[in-house]
């Protein structure tokens, strides 16, 4: 009988013991699930519902936080504080342009930008907020209600404060505002994250809200709320580490080339809406892309054929519909054999070469993607030297065998910059002549003619340019650096202007011309040809291509001190090359 009781006072303490366990796990997984945060929900029914500022990821994702954060991505645009403001507000902190004297001030933790105009008004704008951080940093102000871009911005490389009628294809004119434009229908896109410009009053009133200013997390991998709230439990991220389980967010490493290339495309690819009725549901209700989307349902990409009315994109592009600003990449990646051709398993994408989490900031792309390595993963019959000279006709280690330079030229503007293009072609001398189209060949060698590289062309590949003609144009018998800076539209010059200083052909034959070319009449052609001016070893001040005329040519004198007896042939030269100049003024889109 002692042992049977012994036996029921066991089985009863083992089953309270597994009912008190059991309770206790309740308690616990109950106490753990209150703990969780709730992301679902979050801003249910707007555009961005379910985004989360990118500090919710720091968590978790430390590693890739700490990558993001030293980006110009998540600089893009911030609210103007003393940690945050580059420009100088303190010291040399005054400009004058068309007569208008402006003095930018920081006052405690606010910054200022003063106008003073000559007929004695004044007017002062509050700095709210910055966009740029690499090359200049502008600045936009809350007038009313809606934010402005201000017309003065902060020259990052050059140190200095610039007229924003200094970076974009436009000549030299009177309007001092003639770049000031609206944030919250523009710049606040591409700029941010899920914008929503709450539009009303047909433009004249904006409440915009965005899911975080800049370029941050949910721009590539859309909304989290989902993904984060799982997250906080500790068996579902095992699971994830141990599994392939669906974590509720879009990576786009993992994507199909085409849709991987929507993401950035979405940004770098100027598009209209998709039908054009649209623009006013994006301009209230906001921008209707996610990060993983078919971007096609929502946006198409410009292309030289693109009108909006009576306005034509087709300035943005070269003739052969080839883009030629940035912001385009994805027109330009589109076009290009190395995509169109390739098989859908293995297809160039964006993420071939950049990594965002990765590599230099300055482009976002690893140090072996910066050389040839990136090109022969596909044409690795180009990797040994001698086939490699062979396939091009120079030596294996000159700029000539060098993968880019040849299929990637820097004919593409962005920020006071050139750029290399995505449209990857085969250098092609005869479209200069055709379509004044640039090629990589004369990039180099722009002490030398059209028609000498199309000769060259048929030379060292003479299957490919078995049909190609010289031009019967005597115009592309003169060094095509020449041609380019004095007979090209203003995008032309400047990037001929860029190229003769940093392709870096003999100073003492490069430099009259540079001079000659700060005369024209487009401030962004006389910056790039003042930069360049400074490359040529010579020891004098840097021509401003800001000031004003009489400034101007007083600089200008200076310089010609240096090369008196090639003068009067260059000012001859170039006169006649002028007479060819179509100017053709670029809006740029960015």
Not at 206 to 232: K, P
Not at 316 to 323: A, D, K, M, V
């Amino acid at each position: 009988l002692l042992c049977i009781n012994l036996a029921a006072l066991m089985q009863t303490i083992v089953i309270k013991s597994a009912v008190l366990t059991a309770f206790a796990a309740i308690v616990v997984a109950a106490l753990v699930f209150a703990a969780q945060p709730v992301y679902q929900g979050v801003r249910a029914g707007k555009a961005d519902a379910g985004y989360l500022d990118s500090q919710k990821c720091l968590a978790c994702h430390s590693d890739h936080f700490a990558s993001w954060r030293q980006t110009h991505h998540s600089r893009m645009t911030q609210e103007a504080r003393p940690e945050t403001v580059q420009g100088d507000f303190t010291s040399d902190n005054s400009f004058e342009y068309l007569g208008v004297k402006a003095k930018m001030e920081r006052r405690g933790d606010k910054f200022t930008m003063t106008l003073n105009f000559a007929d004695g008004r004044r007017q002062v704008y509050a700095i709210d907020r910055t966009v740029g951080s690499r090359r200049i940093e502008q600045y936009v102000s809350r007038q009313g209600d809606q934010y402005v871009r201000l017309p003065l911005a902060y020259d990052l490389t050059n140190r200095r404060w610039m007229s924003l009628n200094g970076s974009f294809f436009y000549p030299d004119g009177d309007n001092y505002f003639q770049h000031q434009a609206k944030w919250d229908q523009n710049c606040v896109f591409c700029h941010n994250v899920k914008a929503q410009p709450h539009m009303e009053q047909n433009g004249q009133k904006f409440s915009t809200e965005v899911a975080e200013l800049g370029i941050a997390c949910g721009a590539c991998h859309g909304a989290a709320a989902a993904h984060a709230e799982r997250a906080s439990s500790p068996l579902t991220r095992e699971l994830w580490r141990m599994t392939d389980a669906e974590k509720q967010i879009v990576n786009p490493s993992k994507l199909a080339a085409e849709r991987s290339m929507m993401i950035c495309g979405h940004c770098h690819g100027q598009r209209i809406p998709q039908p054009m009725e649209r623009i006013q549901e994006i301009l209230t209700k906001g921008d209707p892309f996610n990060a993983g989307d078919d971007l096609a349902k929502f946006y198409r990409p410009v292309t030289r054929e693109t009108k909006i009315g009576e306005f034509s994109f087709a300035a943005r592009f070269w003739q052969n519909g080839s883009p030629r600003l940035t912001a385009y990449e994805y027109q330009g990646i589109l076009r290009s054999a190395c995509f169109q051709k390739a098989d859908h398993s293995n297809r160039i994408n964006c993420l071939s070469c950049h990594s965002m989490h990765e590599g230099d900031i300055k482009g976002q792309i690893k140090p072996e993607n910066r050389t040839d390595k990136a090109c022969l993963g596909c044409h690795q019959q180009f990797a040994q030297p001698a086939q490699l000279a062979a396939h091009t006709g120079h030596k294996a280690e000159s700029a000539g065998s060098r993968c880019y330079d040849c299929h990637m030229p820097r004919v593409v503007y962005g920020v006071m910059a050139f750029h290399r293009s995505h449209d990857i072609t085969v250098p092609d001398a005869g479209l200069t002549a055709a379509k004044l189209v640039p090629n990589a060949c004369n990039q180099c060698h722009l002490d030398k003619s059209v028609n000498w590289a199309i000769a060259e062309s048929k030379r060292l590949w003479p299957r490919r340019f078995a049909n190609a003609q010289p031009s019967s144009d005597g115009i592309f018998n003169q060094p095509e650096g020449l041609r380019a800076l004095f007979a090209g539209d203003a995008l032309t010059r400047a990037m001929a202007a860029e190229a003769l200083g940093t392709m870096k052909p003999d100073a003492n034959w490069a430099a009259p011309f540079l001079i000659e070319a700060f005369n024209d009449n487009y401030p962004i052609v006389r910056f790039f040809a003042a930069n360049s001016l400074m490359l040529t070893g010579q020891k004098l001040s840097k021509p401003d291509y800001l000031a004003t005329e009489t400034v101007r040519l007083s600089a200008v004198e200076q310089w010609w001190a240096r090369y008196p007896q090639a003068r009067q042939q260059v000012f001859s030269l170039a006169a006649g090359l002028r007479v060819r100049r179509i100017n053709v003024d670029v809006e740029v889109g960015e």
